[in-house]
């Protein structure tokens, strides 16, 4: 089974505090989120939609489980107790077992249509700059804040991937591939915590569930069958054989709903769901199962209470018809010149009447 490994912290080794996932907080949403469900969705779909393989749209599923479909607590001692002392600084109790006393609500996020994290496993160095070898799964679980993304790619500071483990209560995250290259299925988890002790030695903060570790110490993803298959049962996770990821978030927080995930994809990515891009599936309690796709959005939105605030673009649906409309047209239209002194607004006025609009 996989096991948690993390490196002894020894001699000059930087002591460090790590707050990457203080990036992802709002103070706009008013709703005490644990880091906001528009980061959520923004650094999450954005990274799917950059891993696009083939011609077909990219389809992401968000899925949202309450702790009833966790797995046994058996099983969850398994994965978390290791992680007892450095989650001692965010006050999490554990029961005696090792088990921690919170509901096991857990998000699951897929993408389908994509590369999956493709590159060699046993990569531990920055391959050179000549190197166009796609190295995603060393870019995704060896770095953090670094990124294999050029300058003209979006995403490039390789902080996206912190917000799987910004909504998990407990800090890590879990992640099951399948390469587009060699089908491939790898599964590995990350923790970032505190410095710590444990066995009477003290540990940095990050930490990888795996396989093992190599005569470097590094250490290695599960490719064992049964392992994964368990897992995929454990985490209800729907991919059988398709290229892509699959993320865990455990222990969600109550602030993350399925229908706020829901809004927060209407809001960011109504135009490539409109322009045939982008599929999104979100599932949860209270929800049951929302698809939003080209045809489907339109519908989807006039379901939606848009109760939110204004600063937000939650206040009201975004324009889809309008987009729809603006798709029939040439791009070739121009408007006045907006955002002179102030932040643009884009309205009726922006557009001359003749662009039929």
């Known amino acids: 089974m996989g096991k948690w490994v993390f490196e002894e912290l020894r001699g000059a080794a930087v002591r460090r505090q790590p707050n990457e996932t203080e990036l992802f907080k709002t103070e706009q949403t008013g709703e005490g989120e ?11 779909l954005q990274n799917s939609v950059d891993a696009k393989a083939g011609d077909d ?7 949202l489980h309450e702790a009833e479909d966790a797995p046994p607590a058996d099983q969850l001692i398994h994965y978390f ?9 965010r006050q999490i109790q554990f029961d005696a077992p090792g088990l921690p006393r919170l509901p096991c609500r857990f998000l699951v996020c ?8 493709e590159g060699n496993t046993e990569l531990f160095h920055d391959p050179p700059p000549s190197d166009k070898s796609l190295q995603y799964f060393y870019w995704f679980w060896r770095n ?29 995250m879990f992640g099951l ?46 490719e064992s069958k049964d392992e994964l298959d368990q897992f995929c049962r454990e985490w209800r996770i729907t991919r059988r054989g398709e290229p892509g990821l699959s993320v865990v978030s455990p222990f969600v927080p109550d602030e993350l709903k399925a229908d706020r995930l829901v809004q927060a994809v209407a809001v960011h990515f109504f ?87």
């Open 34 to 44: 644990y880091s906001g469900n528009d980061a959520l969705v923004r650094e999450i």
């Open 57 to 63: 749209p990219v389809r992401v599923r968000l899925a």
């Open 81 to 89: 107790q290791r992680l007892r002392k450095p989650l001692g600084a």
């Open 110 to 117: 897929e993408d389908f249509g994509t590369r999956g994290l």
């Open 144 to 172: 953090i804040g670094r990124s294999g993304k050029t300058g003209v790619e979006l995403g490039r500071w390789g902080l996206g991937k912190t917000v799987y483990r910004a909504a998990s209560r407990v800090g890590c």
């Open 177 to 222: 591939t399948i390469r587009e290259s060699d089908r491939k299925r790898l599964l590995m988890g990350q923790a970032v915590l505190q410095i710590h002790d444990h066995d009477s030695k003290e540990f940095m903060p990050e930490g990888y569930w795996c396989a093992t570790q190599d005569a470097s110490r590094l250490p290695l993803p599960i």
């Open 271 to 357: 135009t490539r769901i409109v322009r045939g891009e982008l599929i999104v599936e979100v599932s949860g309690p209270g929800l049951g199962t929302v698809t939003l796709d080209q045809a489907g959005i339109e519908a989807a939105c006039r379901k939606i209470n848009w109760d939110g605030p204004r600063r937000t673009k939650r206040h009201v649906a975004p324009p889809i018809a309008f987009s729809k409309q603006c798709l029939k047209v040439s791009p070739d239209v121009a408007t006045e010149l907006l955002g002179r002194e102030r932040l643009p607004e884009l309205n009726e006025n922006s557009l001359p009447a003749e662009a039929g609009l």
